[in-house]
């Protein structure tokens, strides 16, 4: 092709991939870019950083430029990346962090605007009422300045995706869809109009801080921690097309300047998306807490080196909007070159329903809740086991699988948290293929558990779309018992909460009374309304203990755990407090408290166990 011809399907194809309907893949986009690049250096297309159309307000100058990232595909191409650029006497330690598949933002406090193009961007602060912000210890209202991903969780756009209409009345198809048709819409009343219309409140958009995760790895073993890190990362809840690798020392990436296009120490691991096609051999249904999930099992298929069996079909709509039966000839994609998924099908020749009508847990008959199918029975087991894992996990309750809570339930008739609070160590030790040793930690884990801040047992409830974070906002100004007394419109007036939120919590409150006031008996209940912010610990190099026993012991004595240094962390563990590290240099930047982990032992010694105190009576 000629460069007018390379620049001219380059626009056509940026264009229909932010319409919704991607003409060629990212690979094959990115392969002309840099056709162009290599045949033309410097036309101006390369200097031009993509970013879908947006009724905006105006244009913005940026304070300083916005600009893309260079891209690599293989890890061999990666650590070629980091080895070319990383000082010769260190082992440079490097950042690893989500590449979001949205539109790039910054908020300076007053204004919300896009990259643009680089320079300049467009004013979308109209669009705030649709966006919650998400940071590495904020989630709620944009109140303050951040850079980050504008995005619509797909956890979000599942659960809304069959009431989402565009202009045309056609069904959007995926998470840049609607992002796009969101942010075509002109002015602050029409969004109004379209939240009322889906009973949405703020926050269905997200913007996401690029500093929200953040994983550190020195080069050394970033090919040893790769799977493992690609494995983290595509477990987050968000849109992505990729992962970011920078270099953790700012000063240092910094001072490697950028080319016109991209800065040289941080570089973009593509996903790539491969397809290939098979048939739909069967629909299995995982139970969830408020639904039941299918997952399709195909005909084995190599994709990218992999024998892929199993892929995702997101919900029970997903699969009416497929027409999508068993014995059909199916397209699937493993996006990322981690989760596949089925993106089209082709009716078999013989082709039977894919869909079930009755619980395959209780035989009840299912029913509608939006684009899922849910078992309506109060009792059924499996659906009891997924809300008691989740409230297990909300209380952060350690020792306690699904396999062992399972048992449990079965042996013991267990139906709720209250019901695990009231066994006993010997009825635990009464457990299939469980150790004196292994019922004492358990039971010990159950004992610690009781002793509960309102916001974890909050998240334990289950309600829709309150987990720890909403639940400690909730609980700022409001005590646990002046919540379940507060109406709707006053739940519904709580910032960041809304009237979606409110009416899940009101129902709850008032259905589930009689079981909130059981569990409020069998648990000690730790206010958190009117106080300050829990003390944050983070710890740092290789401790004499595996990591998780400081961890733990952080939380029991009422800690929060966190993976950064940032300026509002109160105490940083670390190994060698001499030594010089990234997290190091920031926490004295920030004047953070450091102490070596003698000194957090002493801080927090580690309380004897009833298990302990036994072996101790024995000598």
């Keep these: 092709m000629t460069v007018d011809e390379l620049a001219l399907q380059i626009r056509q194809a940026f264009e229909s991939y932010w319409a919704g309907h991607p003409e060629i893949s990212d690979t094959q986009y990115d392969a002309l870019v840099r056709q162009l690049r290599e045949a033309a250096p410097d036309h101006p297309l390369l200097e031009e950083v993509g970013a879908p159309q947006v009724a905006a307000l105006g244009e913005v100058r940026l304070a300083a430029p916005m600009i893309s990232l260079d891209k690599v595909y293989s890890l061999a191409e990666l650590l070629k990346w980091a080895a070319g650029f990383a000082r010769q006497d260190r082992d440079e330690l490097l950042l690893v962090q989500p590449k979001y598949d949205g539109i790039s933002c910054r908020y300076d406090g007053k204004t919300l605007v896009t990259r643009g193009k680089g320079e300049t961007g467009q004013d979308i602060t109209d669009k705030l009422p649709l966006i919650e912000l998400e940071t590495a210890d904020y989630t709620g209202p944009v109140d303050r300045p951040a850079r980050g991903e504008l995005l619509i969780r797909p956890d979000r756009f599942e659960k809304l995706r069959s009431v989402i209409r565009s202009r045309s009345n056609t069904v959007y198809r995926n998470t840049r869809n609607v992002l796009t048709g969101f942010m075509m819409l002109k002015n602050s009343r029409e969004i109004e109009q379209v939240l009322l219309g889906m009973k949405m409140s703020g926050g269905f958009l997200s913007l996401v801080d690029y500093g929200r995760f953040s994983f550190e790895v020195p080069l050394s073993k970033l090919e040893a921690e790769w799977e493992n890190l690609l494995e983290r990362i595509n477990a987050l809840p968000y849109p992505m097309d990729g992962i970011v690798i920078k270099f953790a020392d700012e000063a240092f990436r910094q001072s490697l300047g950028s080319t016109a296009h991209h800065p040289r120490g941080e570089m973009a691991f593509k996903f790539v998306n491969s397809r290939s096609s098979s048939v739909l051999e069967n629909v299995e249904w995982s139970f969830g807490k408020n639904c039941l999930t299918p997952v399709a099992e195909i005909r084995p298929v190599e994709l990218g080196g992999t024998t892929i069996r199993r892929a995702t079909l997101h919900n029970a709509r997903h699969i009416q909007e497929l027409d999508l039966q068993i014995g059909d000839t199916v397209v699937v994609e ?85 019901g695990l609070f009231a066994l006993s160590r010997a009825d635990l030790a009464r457990l299939e293929r469980f150790a004196e040793k292994s019922a004492a930690n358990l039971f010990e884990s159950l ?173």
């Design 334 to 418: 493993r996006a990322g070159d981690v989760i596949p998924h089925i993106v089209s099908c082709t009716p078999g020749a013989e082709r039977r329903d894919a869909l079930i009508s009755h619980c395959p847990g209780c035989n009840t008959a299912l029913v509608w809740k939006g684009p899922e199918l849910t078992c309506p029975n109060p009792e059924c087991f499996e659906t009891l086991l997924c809300r008691l894992s989740a409230a297990v996990l909300a209380l952060d309750i350690d020792n306690l699988g699904d396999a062992t809570l399972r048992q449990i339930m079965k042996q013991y008739s267990v139906r709720s948290l209250r």
């Design 447 to 619: 004992q610690q558990a009781r002793n509960c801040p309102d916001y974890r047992l909050l998240a334990a409830l289950n309600i829709p779309n309150v987990g720890v974070n909403v639940a400690k906002v909730l609980l700022k100004e409001h005590s646990f018992a002046e919540l379940r007394e507060l109406p709707e419109e006053a739940l519904s007036a709580i910032k960041g909460i809304g009237p979606e939120r409110a009416a899940a919590l009101r129902r709850v409150f008032t259905e589930e009374k009689a079981f909130i006031d059981g569990l409020l008996d069998a648990v000690d209940l730790q206010s958190s309304t009117g106080k300050s912010a829990a003390e944050t610990v983070c710890f740092t190099g290789k401790m004499p203990e595996k990591r998780s026993f400081y961890e733990s012991l952080a939380r029991e004595y009422g800690m929060e755990v966190a993976d950064q240094v940032t300026e509002s962390l109160t105490l940083l563990v670390a190994a060698d407090p001499a030594e010089q590290s990234t997290k190091l240099e920031r926490a004295k930047k920030w004047g953070t408290l450091i102490i070596s982990p003698d000194e957090f032992l002493k801080r927090c010694p580690p309380k004897e166990s009833a298990a302990q105190e036994e072996q101790l009576s024995l000598f």
